[in-house]
């Protein structure tokens, strides 16, 4: 087997879908223990607290509760190389998280046992069904009382749609938790608080009649274990490669993260079955990870990810081939050829430049405000990846200036910053205005949080009489130009340079739509 096709098949690339406060962070942080990325518990929160010191913007995110910012982390595990990408919890920023999603080839749903399914689970598991992303469950916080397992298989499967495969089942649960059951190796892993770090570390009984197991956690809960062990072997299904590959079923964890317990049953079965890179459509043809020839797609930006260097640095899934330093690259939409030598991975906190690259990796590329979200690479085939969402803005308004001669920086920091995608960038073909859209309103706070931070610029947002923007285009370059002369005052340029129509209402775009029926109103800026 060539090199290139071992990488492949050892990635496992995925990111954790939950609600707030479900146990994310303590799980990644768990999950980074065991691939040795990080040596002690506590430092993904250290991490957190070290960015901080470096950069104020994040105490917004502090502040707020929120994870505005997605990191990639990479780490081997058991002969793997698992890719975590990291995903924004606040619905602002959910753009963001689907496309992110559309970067993975498989999920892990987390879930508070005590809440059961919540909203932003909901929304973030239709993504993943958009696209039959293969998910894995685990159920959090099984140190605390909860609401009984099989109720909440129950929920999982009537408002998610998806069949539950419990493959651990917990025996008790709060203060009665004794352990769990592995139903698929027939092992007892027994909760022991403070242990549990490795299987080493952990007290184990192979199967149901081992001796010591019902002196270890008890007559009642062994009797209540075998009883809810019947019931759910009679009713729910087995866990189906198949059915799991398919997005039909979830194999279903039970442990508690911040305990490290039933986090490495979940990581060794994790790296065992969850899925290598797969292929992905382009508009002309499907591309293979095995293919030999480098191709890969920017799913996400970052601005200012480091204020002492300034940089902006684009997110490239690789899809197929190999990345090597110095190569030659095509940006499809743009038929240019770039050489990247820097270009940068990321193992846990510390960036490092990368020298090489496989299918399932992520790669952080220096971008100069040349590269947008959707963006296509190859080694000179002209293809375009699809299905990376990009969202219209719903709101609206102006940047308002505290220091007028603070003008260039104010429009050098909006159009860098909107390069990320969250937000929008508009100026009035007829107006000194500059115009923020977004999708959510929280978005509007970020920005002038970062302004003042990153930029050094002191500005607000304040209502404006614009409700909707469409993209124009005309093949026609006579009737082009007539339309924007009748039409300069409901005109802008985008922060990419394309003109936009911003609507002062509905009605004033569908007339606009009736009497120009020659142009082209796009609702996204269209990637090529
Ligand atoms: P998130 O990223 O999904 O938002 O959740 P995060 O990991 O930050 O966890 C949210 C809270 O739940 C944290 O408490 C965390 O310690 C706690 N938690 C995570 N896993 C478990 C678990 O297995 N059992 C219990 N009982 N709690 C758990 P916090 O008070 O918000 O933060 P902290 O002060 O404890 O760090």
Redesign the pocket.
């Given at each position: 087997m060539s090199i290139h096709l071992q990488e492949t098949r050892r990635r496992r690339t995925f990111a954790i879908v939950?609600?707030?406060?479900?146990?994310?962070?303590?799980?990644t942080e768990k999950l980074l223990l065991f691939g040795g990325a990080i040596q002690m518990a506590g430092s993904v929160?250290g991490r957190k607290a070290a960015r901080h010191a470096t950069s104020d913007w994040m105490a917004l995110e502090k502040e707020r509760g929120i994870?505005v910012t997605s990191s990639v982390m990479q780490f081997p595990y058991e002969g793997k190389i698992v890719n975590l990408l990291d995903t924004p919890?606040h619905a602002d920023f959910s753009e963001d998280t689907y496309r992110v999603l559309t970067a993975v080839d498989s999920a892990l749903m987390?879930i508070d046992c005590a809440k059961g399914v919540e909203e932003r689970t909901i929304k973030l598991m239709e993504v993943c069904r958009l696209r039959d992303t293969p998910i894995m469950t685990f159920v959090?916080?099984?140190?605390?009382e909860g609401r009984s397992p099989i109720e909440l298989l129950d929920e999982v499967e009537s408002v998610l749609g998806i069949a539950c495969a419990p493959v651990t089942w917990p025996i008790g649960m709060g203060k009665r938790l004794k352990g769990v059951y592995h139903l698929v190796l027939d092992e007892v892993h027994v909760f022991e608080p403070g242990k549990n770090f490795t299987r080493q570390d952990s007290t184990i009984f192979k199967g149901l009649d081992a001796p010591g197991l019902l002196e270890k956690i008890g007559d009642e809960a062994m009797r209540e274990l075998r009883d809810e062990l019947e019931l759910v072997q009679g009713a729910a299904p087995s866990f189906d490669m198949d059915e799991y590959l398919a997005g039909r079923q979830t194999p279903v964890f039970f442990?508690?993260?911040?305990?490290n317990f039933g986090v490495q049953l979940l990581l060794d079965f994790f790296v065992e079955h969850a899925p290598s890179p797969r292929p992905r459509g382009t508009l002309s043809r499907e591309v293979q990870p095995e293919e030999e020839k480098l191709s890969g797609f920017v799913f996400k930006i970052q601005a200012n990810m480091d204020p002492a260097h300034r940089d902006r640095v684009a997110f490239m899934r690789v899809c197929s081939g190999t990345y090597t330093a110095g190569m030659k690259m095509i940006q499809t939409r743009t038929g240019k050829d770039i050489r990247i030598a820097n270009a940068l991975t990321f193992m846990a906190s510390d960036r490092e430049i990368v020298e090489t690259a496989y299918p399932g990796d992520v790669i952080g590329l220096h971008n100069h405000g040349t590269i947008t979200i959707g963006d296509t690479f190859t080694e000179g085939e002209s293809i375009n990846f699809t299905g990376i969402p990009n969202f219209a803005p719903e709101l609206f308004r102006r940047a308002r200036l505290r220091d007028p001669l603070k003008m260039k920086a104010l429009q050098k920091g909006l159009a860098q910053l909107s390069e990320e995608g969250a937000t929008q960038f508009f100026r009035p073909l007829m107006s000194n205005d500059l115009i923020l859209g977004a999708v959510g309103v929280l978005q509007f706070d970020v920005v002038a949080y970062r302004l003042k931070d990153e930029y050094n610029v002191d500005a607000s947002f304040e209502p404006v009489t614009v409700t909707t923007a469409r993209w124009v285009h005309c093949d026609d370059e006579k009737k082009m130009a007539e339309f924007r002369e009748k039409n300069a005052m409901n005109l802008a340029i985008d922060g990419a340079g394309e003109l936009v129509y911003i609507a002062p209402t509905r009605v004033n775009l569908q007339l606009a739509q009736e009497r120009w029926p020659q142009v082209r109103f796009a609702n996204t800026r269209e990637h090529a």
């Open positions: 939950s609600h707030p406060d479900a146990g994310k962070t303590t799980l929160k994870s919890g987390v959090n916080k099984l140190d605390r442990g508690s993260a911040v305990n």
